[in-house]
C-alpha cells in the first residue's frame, strides 16, 4: 500500500509524504438503536497533526482509501474511515441519506470517549461523503473545527426533484451501482460498470417510471421506488434529507471544491453564498470537472488544497502552531477566497467572491434563427416547435453523473432536430466573457398545459462544430406562466459559468420540450409520473416580436 501511495502521490503532485501510518481494521461502533456501524483507523507513526472523520457508502478500498485516508496519514493526520449504515459490514439496511445525522452524531460521541482522540477533528469527502458533512453541521459539535465538502449536495430532494422532473439517468445508473457494488468478484463488477450504458438504456426508455425501474434493480436498490413516487420536495417524506439548517448552523471553516458540469453544481455555489451570508469563513473552488472527473482529473488538486485547508484550520490549532513552516512544505494559506476554472480561456483565476461583479448582455430571439442584439419589430411572426415524450429530445453531454455521456460534448445534432428552436449569433468581435449564471427570459405558449422547458447555450466554433457551455431545465404546471396557447414569460436560470467565447465564435441558443434521459420525460397527461404511461404530443410557440424572448448574459 506504501509502495501505491508513493506512486499516487507523484502522479498527482501532492507534497512529500512525512510519515508511515499503521492501520486498525474493523472498529465497531454502537449507535443508538444498537445497530454497529465499522471503521477503519487510519494511525501515523510520528506526530499526529489532528483527526479526520470520513463517512460513506462505497467501502474503504481504494481509490476512497487513498484520497480519504492514507493521503492524509501519510502527512500526519488520524483518519477514521467509516461505512454507513447497511454497507461495507455496518448493521442494517441500506436506505440513502435518511439515517446520517444521527448516526453522525453518535459516531461523534463514540469518537470524543476515544483515549487516541485528539480533542477535535476535521472532515472531509466527496459527493455521498460530503452529504454525511452536512449531517454533522446540522447540529454541529463542539470538536469540530474544519471541513472540506467535495461536489456534496446538502439537500438530496433538491437533486433529484429540483427542476420538477426526476433525474432519472442519475439517479437509476447510482442505483444499480450502488445496489451491486458488494458483489463477490472484481472482474464481475468492472464488466458491470462497462456495459452499464447497454443495460440502463431500456429501463431508462420505458414507461412507466417506477416498474421500468423496479425491473432493472430487480428487487434491489428498493430506495429507487421511494424516491419516484415522491415528486413534491414539500412532502414530509424528504425532510430527513434537507439539511438547510446546516447552511445557517455551521460556523466552522469550509472549503468547497465543486464543478462546472458536476450534478450538483447549484447545491455547492448555494452553500458558498449562505455560508459567507451567516458569516462562516469559507472557500470556493470550481473546476472544469464531472462528477466523477472531481478525482480522476482534479484529483492532484483538490487534494493538495485539501491539505492546505486542513493545515491551516485543524493541524494549526490540534498543534497549538501557526500553520506553514520555514521551507515551504507546509499548508499555504488561499490567495482568495474563490478558485475558479475559467473555461474557453483554459485558465485558473482568484477572485474575491462569486458571482464576480458583471454587467448585462442582452441578445434577442429573432424569427429568422438569429441571436441579435436589437429584438425583432412588431409583427414578427412566433417561432414553433413540436415536442413528442414519445421521442424525446436526447440529452448531449451536461451536467450528469455518468462520466461516459455526461460533460463538455459535441452537440452540433442537437440543433438540427426537428424537434427543437435555435437561434445563432453572428461571430463575436472580441471574446465575450461570461461569469455568473445565464438568464433566459421565453415567451412560451404551448397547447398542453403540462410541458417541461429545456434551454441549452453551446459556443459553435468557425468550422460550425457546437459544444455545449450552459443548461437550463424546469417542469411547468397548468395555471403557470407559460403554459397556455397564449403563452407567458418563462424565466429560466441556466447553470452557472466562467467560461469565455473567444472572438469568432458564435453563441447558440436551442430550446426543446425535453433532454432525456438526464430528466424524465413529461408525459403531458399530468398523471403521477411513477405510473403515467400515456403521451401526448404538445405544439409550441416561442413569440419573439418586440424582444419577447431574450438571452441575458452577465459579462465581466
Avoid at 343 to 352: E, K, S, V, Y
Wanted: hydrophobic share 40%; net charge negative; aromatic share 8%.
Amino acid at each position: 500500500m506504501r509502495i501505491v501511495d508513493r506512486i499516487a502521490s507523484r502522479v498527482l503532485g501532492l507534497p512529500p509524504a512525512t510519515t508511515r501510518y499503521t492501520v486498525e481494521r474493523g472498529l465497531r461502533v454502537p449507535v443508538r438503536d444498537g445497530v454497529e456501524l465499522v471503521a477503519d483507523r487510519y494511525v501515523p507513526t510520528g506526530r499526529v497533526l489532528g483527526t479526520l472523520l470520513v463517512r460513506g457508502p462505497y467501502g474503504r478500498a481504494f481509490p476512497f482509501s487513498f484520497f480519504f485516508a492514507t493521503a492524509f496519514a501519510a502527512r500526519g493526520y488520524q483518519v477514521v474511515l467509516q461505512s454507513v449504515r447497511g454497507t461495507y459490514g455496518s448493521g442494517d439496511e441500506f436506505q440513502p441519506m435518511f439515517r446520517e445525522v444521527d448516526d453522525g452524531a453518535d459516531t461523534v460521541a463514540w469518537l470524543r470517549d476515544q483515549p487516541w482522540f485528539t480533542g477535535t477533528f476535521g472532515t472531509v469527502g466527496l459527493s455521498y461523503l460530503g452529504f454525511t458533512q452536512w449531517a454533522m453541521l446540522a447540529d454541529p459539535p463542539p470538536e469540530l473545527v474544519a471541513s472540506v465538502v467535495l461536489v456534496g449536495p446538502h439537500d438530496f430532494s433538491r437533486a433529484t426533484w429540483g427542476t420538477g422532473a426526476f433525474t432519472v439517468n442519475d439517479f437509476l445508473g447510482w442505483s444499480d451501482m450502488v445496489a451491486h457494488q458488494e458483489d463477490p468478484g472484481r472482474l464481475r463488477g468492472m464488466l458491470r460498470q462497462l456495459t452499464a450504458a447497454r443495460r440502463l438504456g431500456p429501463a431508462l426508455d420505458a414507461l412507466p417510471l417506477g416498474d421500468a425501474g423496479e425491473r432493472l434493480l430487480a428487487g434491489r436498490g428498493r430506495w429507487y421506488r421511494d424516491w419516484v413516487a415522491h415528486p413534491d420536495r414539500t412532502d414530509p417524506w424528504w425532510a430527513p434529507v434537507q439539511l438547510d439548517r446546516a447552511l445557517t448552523r455551521a460556523q466552522v471553516p469550509v472549503l468547497l471544491i465543486g464543478g462546472w458540469q458536476d450534478l450538483f453544481l447549484e447545491q455547492t455555489l448555494d452553500q458558498y453564498r449562505r455560508l459567507r451570508d451567516a458569516g462562516a469563513d469559507v472557500a470556493l473552488t470550481v473546476g472544469p470537472w464531472t462528477h466523477v472527473e472531481t478525482l480522476s482529473k482534479g484529483g492532484g488538486q483538490i487534494t493538495r488544497e485539501s491539505l492546505d485547508w486542513l493545515g491551516e484550520h485543524l493541524a494549526g490549532t490540534a498543534a497549538g502552531s501557526a500553520p506553514g513552516s520555514a521551507d515551504g512544505t507546509g499548508p499555504r494559506r488561499r490567495r482568495a477566497p474563490v478558485h475558479v476554472h475559467v473555461t474557453g480561456a483554459g485558465q485558473w483565476r482568484d477572485l474575491p467572491d462569486w458571482p464576480p461583479a458583471t454587467a448585462d448582455r442582452t441578445l434577442f430571439l429573432a424569427d429568422d434563427g438569429r441571436l441579435a442584439d436589437t429584438p425583432a419589430g412588431p409583427g414578427t411572426p412566433a417561432v414553433t416547435f413540436r415536442a413528442d415524450p414519445a421521442v424525446p429530445t436526447p440529452s448531449i453531454g451536461g451536467r450528469l453523473l455518468d462520466n461516459r455521456s455526461g460533460g463538455y460534448r459535441d452537440d452540433t445534432a442537437l440543433a438540427a432536430r426537428d424537434d427543437v428552436a435555435g437561434w445563432l449569433s453572428d461571430p463575436l468581435p472580441a471574446d465575450l466573457e461570461v461569469l455568473g449564471s445565464p438568464v433566459v427570459e421565453l415567451t412560451h405558449g404551448t397547447d398542453v398545459p403540462h410541458v417541461d422547458v429545456a434551454v441549452r447555450l453551446s459556443q459553435v466554433d468557425a468550422r460550425g462544430r457546437s459544444r455545449n457551455v450552459s443548461d437550463g431545465y424546469v417542469r411547468l404546471a397548468p395555471g403557470e406562466e407559460g403554459t397556455t396557447p397564449d403563452g407567458g414569460v418563462v424565466r429560466l436560470e441556466l447553470d452557472p459559468v466562467a467560461h469565455l467565447f473567444p472572438a469568432g465564435s458564435r453563441l447558440r441558443l436551442v430550446v426543446a420540450g425535453s433532454s432525456h434521459p438526464h430528466w424524465a420525460r413529461n408525459t403531458g397527461t399530468g398523471e403521477p409520473p411513477e405510473t403515467a404511461v400515456r403521451t401526448v404530443v404538445s405544439s409550441r410557440t416561442v413569440t419573439v416580436a418586440d424582444g419577447a424572448s431574450r438571452l441575458v448574459l452577465p459579462v465581466g
